[in-house]
Structures are given as C-alpha cells and as structure tokens.
C-alpha cells in the first residue's frame, strides 16, 4: 500500500484564485490591501521568506511593504516602527520575522502589534481568542491552520478521532491542540518527556509531527489507515530538506504530506487569507 | 487499600497565613487591598458566592466592594460599571460573576476587565498569556490552579505523567490542559466524542474529570497508583452535591479530592492569591 500525498499544490492553486477575486473587490471599492513585514536583522531565512512573500504579493496585485532593521537595532526603534504601522492605515497586516535578535524583548515586541493587524497571530489577544474558541473574531497561527487545512482535504472527520501532536511548541503544537479540540478530536499531546510515545502514535487516527527532529517519527510506530502531518523541517548534512517521519512511511499509512511541498508551501497563502480577515476586523466585523 | 484524601483544607489555611503576611506587608506600606466583585442578577448560586467572598475578604482585612445590578441591567450599564472600577486606583481586582443574563454579550463585558485587574483569568490577554507560557505575567483562572494545587499536594511530580484531562470547557479542561503540558505531562483531553475514554483513563497516571456529570468517571476504569482531581460538582435530586466520580473510587484509587472540601473550596483563596500577583502587576512588575 502507498500513501495518498497531501501536497498544498492543489491547495494554494485554490486559495490563490480566492485571494485574486478579494483582491479584486476590494479595490473596487477603493482599498488596496498591503502586508508589511518587519525584519531585525538582514540574512538568514528570514530575508528568503520575506522575498518570497513579496514575490507572492505582488503577483496577486497586494502591496507590500518591506522594513529592514539592521540586527543591532534597538527594541525602542523596533517598538517605534510597529507602532507607526499599527496607526497607518494603508497598511492591513503586520508580520514580524521571528526570531528576533536575542538583546529584544521577542514578547513585548510581539505584543505591540495591534490584533486586528496580526496577521501572524502572535498577539496575547489573537492567543486568548483561539483558547477561548473565538475564532471568528481570532487572527490565527497559520502554521496550525496549515495543519488543519491538510488534514481537512484528506476528507477524514477529525471530529471523534484520536490525533497525537508531537511537539508542544507555542508556534505549531500548542495552538494545533486546541484548534483540533474545538473540532472535537481526542488530542494527545506528547513532547521529550513523554514515556510512551510509541503506543500512542499506534493508537492514533492522525498524528501530528511537529518537533524539528529529523525521523523522530519512525515508520516502525505507523500503520495503515492513519493521517500523518509532517510540519518538521530539517536541513540534513547533504543539504537536503526532511521532515519529523521516517522515509517509507508513505508505505505504511494512508495519507501523508510531503516535505517540502506540504505544511510549509501553504503558509504564504493562510497569511494573505489572514491579511483579508483582518481587513473585515479592522472595517468593524469585530471589536477589536 | 483507600485512597489519600487530597482535601483542600489543610491548604486553606497555609495560603490564608500568607495572605495575611501579604495584608500585613501591603498596609505598611500604604496600600488598603481591595477586590470588586460585579454581579448582574442578585439570586440563584452567585448571591451565595458573592457573599462568602465578602466573609473571607473581611476576615482577612481586605476590602470588599460589592457591584450587584438588576438581571434586567443593559450591556452599557454593565460596562460603564467595569470602566469605573478599571480607573478606580483603590480596587485592584474585579471579579465579574459568570454566568451573565442571556441578553448580555458575555465575551464582550469579560474583555472590557483590565487584564492586570483580572483576578479571574478570564480577559483574552490572560488567556493569551497562559497559552504562550507566560505564566509570570498572567492571572489564571481558579479552578484550574486549584486542581493544579491539589495534583501537587499529593506530592507526585507530573512530568512524563500521562493525565487524561475529562471536559474540555473553558473554565477547566482547556486553560488545565496547557497548565499540565507546560509542566511536561503527557496530557488527553477527552470529551463527549471521545471513543475510548475507559481506556484512555486506564492508561493515565493522572485523571482530572470537569464535565459535571455526576458519577462519569467509574469506579471500573480506575486502579491503584491513579490521582484522581474531581472537579464535578452537580446536585442530586436528593439535594446532596456530588462531583464526577462514581462513589467508591476511594477504594481503588491512590489520591482523591472529595467533593465538598476539594477543587471548589480552594478557589476563593486562589482568586485573593491572584489578587496580590494584580497588586504586583499594577505596580510595574509587568508590561500589562
């Protein structure tokens, strides 16, 4: 047996056609939809990530606003800087690039971001709403939607199902946990600590691999009929890129997503659907 | 063999001495400590609460301020009331009874709170901070640190503990879950969809039921070394209050909490807790 792949291919052809027509209707009413990014530090991924979300946006007709921040900057100018966003109003999105350099307060810096502006949803506020399953009103993480979006075009019902996520992060494990329980999933989370992890991946319907640990996720604990999610990303010596699951464990179970080409590729576009739940927010679809 | 009784009463009365000490300290230096409570609707369970409350502030030497509206009053009124205590520099904590009338919006008044006057945990902010580990700079909710306090008292330590979590509300199950994963167990939040609860509580080192179904958890899926924390709490048609484990689970079980004298009679003085660490928020010893 082999695996049906979920890659997000399909999925971003789909979600980019959706966005082209908001684009669309919001400039007939006069608005012009803008991102802005907010980078500390010029190299590394984030400077990839940022060009490719730029490239993104200006193929489907969003402005985008690139602010570069030398890696000395002080948390008083970066603090500045958000707070000129968040009183512009061209600008719809705010994306801060983490992480920060290490001498800025990451937390404070974050929570500067006006909620109905972060697209990113790493406000307290965007945070509280998703725990307190107000997800209309909520800017969420859009590593965890990822997640969602890929289990969902598997057509298997999470509702009732037992999902192990295995990483307990504030970026994908933590959130992922409690948008699945809203859907009614029996979620176990595991992390380091946890004893038995072999036996609960057995006993799962969809596991969730979410840790940075290249093959943490054997192919020895998987079996037919599961859903497994791979939002691991590691470079390995040879440069090649891999997930948290063993290679062949497409032999094994029934759906799995690629890496790349899976969690990761659909990141851009859950920000830009983000970028126009945020424009409904800001026009007073919401309180905040 | 029978079960440990984690009672709550020994506990009571440590944290009443340091709350004392904290009196004492704040008056000192200037600073009366008082809590507001507002109540819309001056009957049913939150009379009664209110009203135990005011007892315990005042035989601890703190202020009480008692905001009861008519069930009739209007969302305005209700949020006139909690901008008033926000400016009001003498009340440094405001405890909005919950339920609200029906024609109220809830989510709406609870976010009006200053999150560092909340000593119920219950603003998006505090939220917020409880999901992303921030637990310095949060107030939590009661319920949940009082079955976190109780899990403690039996002096098992949680991590690499597998807990099943029973009830995902958010007043318990939800806000428990991320408490008990930040402190590396192993947690499964079951639910009405949950396939395997009687195997799942099985397996579980821990088992935290707050569903408030009476006698849900049965006696049959527990064994010897468990911790089990009933938060239930439901009344018999006999008048007698019970929680959500089935009678007899003290002859199995390692630890219990009774109900009366377990998770519920530990919150007021997790709440006057709180009210000391809004004292130290408010006085700058955090952002919000």
């Known amino acids: 047996m082999t695996a049906t792949m979920l890659a997000s291919k399909p999925i971003v052809q789909k979600f980019k056609e959706g966005i082209q027509k908001d684009v669309e209707d919001l400039k007939l009413k006069g608005t012009e939809p803008m991102l802005a990014t ?9 400077k990839a990530y940022a060009l490719s979300k730029e490239k993104t946006c200006h193929a489907l007709g969003i402005n985008f606003s690139l602010n570069v921040y030398d890696h000395n900057v002080t948390e008083d100018r ?9 009183e512009d109003g061209s600008v719809h999105g705010i994306m801060l690039e983490l992480p920060l350099p290490k001498h800025i307060d990451s937390y404070r810096v974050t929570s500067a971001i006006r909620p109905n502006k972060d697209v990113d949803g790493i406000t307290p ?9 107000k997800l209309d009103k909520a800017l969420l993480p859009v590593t965890p939607l990822s997640c969602l979006t890929l289990i969902e075009s598997s057509e298997v019902d999470v509702a009732g199902k037992n999902v192990a996520i295995i990483g307990r992060g504030e970026t994908v494990g933590l959130p992922l946990t409690v948008l699945l329980i809203k859907r009614s999933a029996t979620v176990t989370v595991c992390h380091s600590r946890t004893k038995d992890l072999d036996d609960i991946v057995r006993h799962s319907d969809i596991v969730v691999a979410a840790t940075g640990q290249a093959g943490l996720v054997k192919k020895s604990m998987l079996s037919a009929g599961q859903v497994v999610i ?11 890129i891999t997930g948290d699951v063993e290679n062949g464990a497409s ?8 890496v790349p080409g899976g969690v990761g ?3 851009v576009m859950l920000l830009l659907r983000n970028l126009f739940k945020a424009i409904g927010l800001q026009n007073g679809r919401a309180r905040i």
């Open 125 to 133: 506020e965007n945070r509280g709403l998703l725990l307190m399953g």
């Open 265 to 267: 590729s659909l990141t």
């Open 78 to 86: 970066l603090l500045d800087a958000i707070a000129t966003l968040n």
């Open 251 to 258: 032999e094994v179970v029934s759906y799995l997503t690629p």
């Open 230 to 240: 791979d939002a691991g990303i590691s470079v390995l010596p040879d440069g090649k």
């Open 38 to 46: 907010v980078i500390a530090g010029w190299d590394g991924p984030s």
